[in-house]
């Protein structure tokens, strides 16, 4: 059982390339969510999704997007890459309701310059 | 959101109980107390929660204060492999039934010989 899986572990963007941060799970959660990580800082929520065809913004959405064709998959698209988005992404799942425990991934180191 | 509050740092022998304080003065009646852990740059790991009684698991113990203003985690007996990050976390409950955990910056529990 894999749990949550992300790629690329790593990534190296110039400032105004696009990329996708990729994430599936194989748990049948309907619950996922993206997360920033910033030195000397907690997790901040970027966005989330509690089914498939749904999604919303968390607290720091601005300069990413989402979309949820599918309940195993949950890509985070960074359209046009700034430096102050360099930071490690982690995706995490859960089922719902709202108390279940999350499972995070990995997570993706991105670096932006 | 509830703000939690957690001491930057605290040491702790082999074999001896870690015990992890955590302020949130402000909960409110229906929102649970989460603590994860992150080692090194991993995702973070689930270890327990609890809304107003006490909890144990395979992990750990949680104690929440009767006016559930604070908690403690209770790590029984640690070990270096328990060298980590610890979160407490207030969780908010999202439209639509998904979780919102503020992280903070956490507690850094070293374990030492």
């Known amino acids: 059982n894999a749990g949550v899986t992300q790629t690329p572990k790593f990534q190296v963007l110039k400032t105004g390339q696009s990329m996708t941060l990729q994430c599936a799970q194989d748990m049948n959660h309907e619950y996922m969510s993206w997360y920033r990580q910033d030195p000397g800082m907690g997790l901040r929520l970027i966005h989330y999704?509690?089914?498939?065809?749904?999604?919303d913004q968390g607290e720091v959405p601005n300069g990413y997007n989402v979309s949820r064709s599918t309940t195993e998959d949950f890509p985070l698209r960074l359209l046009s890459a700034a430096p102050s988005q360099t930071s490690v992404y982690f995706c995490?799942?859960?089922?719902?309701?709202?108390?279940?425990?999350?499972?995070f991934g990995s997570g993706t180191q991105l670096s932006v310059l | 959101d509830a703000k939690t509050t957690q001491p930057p740092s605290m040491d702790c022998a082999e074999g001896r109980a870690a015990n992890l304080p955590c302020n949130h003065s402000t909960i409110s009646g229906n929102e649970y107390v989460y603590w994860y852990r992150q080692i090194h740059s991993q995702g973070p790991q689930y270890i327990i929660h609890g809304l107003k009684n006490n909890e144990t698991n395979e992990m750990a113990s949680l104690i929440i204060t009767e006016d559930r203003k604070s908690s403690t985690l209770i790590l029984p007996h640690a070990t270096l492999r328990d060298t980590a990050v610890y979160y407490c976390?207030?969780?908010?409950?999202?439209?639509?039934?998904?979780?919102?955990?503020?992280f903070g910056t956490g507690t850094q529990l070293k374990v030492e010989l």
């Open positions: 976390i207030v969780r908010v409950v999202l439209t639509g039934g998904g979780n919102k955990l503020t």
């Open positions: 999704s509690v089914g498939a065809g749904i999604t």
């Open positions: 995490a799942s859960s089922r719902v309701p709202a108390n279940e425990k999350l499972f």
